[in-house]
């Protein structure tokens, strides 16, 4: 069964940092790209940022500068490193990979999501 697992999310004032990791697990073979969405309360799910596995990032425009993604391939774990985080950040955060295995050949994992609150 694979499964991702994020950790990381909490409450924090505007202007500080969290760090969001994920871990994917179970069996497969390979990891395609991988990235973290999010969803405010009232609003569609929109994505953050991805990373390919040659770990070239995307970001939308809302965070650039202040979130980085990196992945450690060894460990099948991509994280989010968020600064200067500000109230509109507070969402639900969930992590996203696209993985490649012989039961479950090429799909599409969420994560369960973790929360992210920022007050002002």
């Known amino acids: 069964q694979v499964q991702l697992v994020e950790s990381g999310g909490g409450l924090v004032q505007a202007g500080g940092s969290l760090r969001l990791s994920c871990v994917a697990s179970?069996?497969?073979?390979?990891?395609?790209?991988m990235g973290w969405y999010r969803q405010a309360p009232g609003k569609q799910r929109e994505l953050v940022a991805t990373?390919?596995?040659?770990?070239?990032?995307n970001y939308a425009d809302s965070v650039k500068g202040r979130f980085t993604i990196s992945r450690d391939n060894a460990n099948n774990t991509v994280n989010l490193q968020m600064n200067s985080l500000k109230p509109e950040d507070t969402a639900v955060y969930y992590c996203?990979?696209?993985?490649?295995?012989?039961?479950?050949?090429?799909?599409?994992?969420w994560g369960q999501g973790t929360q992210v609150t920022v007050s002002a």
């Open positions: 990373i390919t596995s040659g770990r070239n990032a």
């Open positions: 179970g069996s497969f073979f390979s990891i395609n790209a």
């Open positions: 996203n990979a696209i993985l490649s295995g012989s039961l479950i050949g090429t799909r599409r994992y």
